[in-house]
């Protein structure tokens, strides 16, 4: 589904990315681990569209996007949780799920993809009049998450989504990973939680100052700590 070969970029003179060789197949939930600044995030935005300077090849079900814009690999099926999040305050959630069809076909059937998306997280479904900005920050995430989820993306990208959440909320959102990967969601996941990354994960890039140093199935990942500790240990 995800074809990504040679992707370099750069902020300002900066040289982020370096030959990076990804591929992710229809169904999959594969993962990208590193050190912070190892250039995750960077490979993400470079995916969809939000790196100003980029080369190489992005192949989304056979098509290139590197030369379209963000909205136009939006409506291709290429979807983006930012670790930001970017709840939008003043709106309640039923609002902010609002803003995950604003530019999508299926506008249309804005009631029937909210009650769809709200059986997958009832959080959202019990909080759905409250004013976003006010839910936890695990709760928020999960919005984030159901936002992008909406227009029915084909892959959907996921940028530190535990990152600052309760436990319990951590083992939530995993499970909620489990269950979207069973249901055939094709997921690529940058994830600083290493372990739980992997063990939900079908395999595994890891990216060490902007190159990809090493690829396995995230059961072979899992179980080499000389990898993990030399190239993710915080």
Not at 49 to 69: A, H, I, Q, T, W
Request: charged residues 25%; contains cysteine; glycine residues 8%.
């Amino acid at each position: 589904m995800l074809k990504i070969r040679g992707l370099q970029a750069w902020y300002g003179q900066s040289h982020v990315l370096q030959e990076v060789d990804i591929d992710v197949e229809r169904g999959e939930l594969v993962c990208l681990i590193g050190r912070n600044g190892a250039g995750k995030t960077t490979t993400l935005k470079s995916v969809m569209g939000l790196v100003e300077k980029v080369r190489g090849s992005v192949m989304f079900n056979g098509e290139e996007m590197l030369d379209l814009p963000a909205h136009a690999r939006f409506h291709r099926g290429l979807a983006y949780v930012p670790e930001e999040r970017r709840i939008v305050p003043g709106l309640d959630v039923r609002d902010n799920l609002r803003l995950g069809l604003i530019a999508s076909k299926l506008k249309r059937r804005e009631a029937e993809l909210i009650a769809e998306v709200t059986k997958i997280f009832p959080r959202l479904a019990e909080r759905i009049n409250q004013n976003a900005i006010t839910l936890s920050g695990g709760e928020q995430q999960m919005l984030a998450i159901a936002r992008a989820l909406i227009a029915r993306p084909k892959l959907i990208m996921l940028d530190e989504p535990s990152e600052g959440i309760m436990p319990a909320l951590v083992d939530e959102m995993f499970d909620l990973f489990r269950q979207l990967r069973a249901q055939g969601v094709t997921i690529l996941l940058v994830e600083q939680n290493v372990e739980r990354a992997l063990s939900v994960a079908d395999r595994a890039y890891v990216i060490d100052h902007g190159v990809i140093v090493h690829h396995a199935s995230a059961e072979v990942l899992l179980a080499d700590s000389e990898i993990q500790e030399k190239y993710c240990a915080v």
